[in-house]
């Protein structure tokens, strides 16, 4: 299996702070792993604008938070010519019978308002048709009113979170690789975007190869391959100012990069006299620690989400395999026993499983196994499905699918932990190489 490092595209903005009023407690669960057949319907009517200076945003800000939704796969937006009712106030208790009929399990029922300082204030509330009851108390947000969309996004957030019972992931971010260019001849820019493929920018100009982004702990840093010294080296960028620095000190090629969940230490994995072994760097002090010495190929580490253990790949072993050890060196034990080869590990944000690349039977496909190496579960099958990376839920894998011949370019995809409801993710130009930010602060 060739080995692929991966880049992130992240929209960065500058948001202001966001105010969330009070959380709220959860009355029904919608199943975010068994066998759903079909959506919960939800209503979505446009929420009410305050003023006038927050219609248009109003509109926005509802189309967003349903297609965060819908794009789960686990909801279904009634649309609104099939509305018996109107919401004419954000106070006034809903004509359940009215929603009933149309079969609206939740209705999502919001208003906006800004005001002279360019501050967006977001009110919502959530509804339990059948129960006539609300889905817990009001929320409200404020901020700057160019953060309408993140606002949305928050929205999405605590409506998942009420109806499924599970953390959302609709205020994160995504780093990636952004290919332009013949085949032979890419041209290779780290870009940033938010989740769902909005507010993509460049990080880099094209000048030199990049690979392998990873976000920091709190989202404001990436780590990266870079050829631009022509030997890959891992580079650390801070997104906001742009400004990258090497992480010098490490003779031959260095490559794989990922961040402790502290974000002070960096794993990765280093190639000199044609041997590969992973080290962790500290970033404080610059101090290097080899954590792998034998004659196989280790590579593409990953920490645990309490900072542990290392999930890794090697062929120490004769073909390419997926093992862990602590994190501080020592037994590696392999996990991985299925037919073919493993490749790309990475841990869950929840701590319960470890994302994989499979080459099998000719094809490629992206996984998924317990820590002990059961229950593992094929969720994707192509001509080349490489490079999962977690949503910060640990629910939604993205990763990227190339096609077929000289014209083949690679795309990213999202895909449920369960195997269900593939989606294409949108990108300006084809991309390879994704990385999800966690939650945004």
Known sequence: MRQRLLVLLIALLVWPAIVVAQSAPKTFKVDVVGGIVEPLPFAAPTFLADNQAAVQVAADITQVLKDDLVNTGLFRAIPED???????????????????????????????????????????????????????????FAGSVNSWRRMAHKVADAVYTRLTGEDGYFDSRVVFVSESGPKDQRIKRLAVMDQDGANARFLTDGGSIVLAPRFSPNSREVL?????????????????????????????????????????????????????DIYVLELSSGTRTRLTNNPGIDTAPSFSPDGSQIVFESDRGGSQQIYVMPAGGGEAKRISFGKGRYGTPVWSPRGDMVAFTKLSGGRFHIGVMRLDGSQERLLTASFLDEGPTWAPNGRVLMFFRESRGANGAPQLFTVDVSGRNLRRVPTPENASDPAWSGLLQ
């Open 82 to 140: 099939a509305f018996i009712s109107t919401i004419s106030s954000f106070n006034a208790q809903p004509a359940y019978a009215d929603w009933k009929a149309i079969n609206a399990q939740a209705l999502l029922v919001g208003s906006a308002s800004i005001n002279g300082d360019n501050q967006l204030v977001l009110k919502f509330r959530l509804w339990d048709v059948f129960a006539q009851a609300p889905l817990g108390d009001g929320l409200q």
């Open 224 to 276: 990266f391959t870079s050829y631009q010294s022509g030997t890959p080296q891992v580079n650390l960028m801070n997104v906001d100012s742009g400004s990258v620095r090497s992480l010098g000190g490490l003779e031959g090629m260095s490559f794989a990069p990922r961040f402790s969940p502290d974000g002070g230490r960096v794993v990765l994995s280093q190639s000199q006299g044609g041997n590969t």
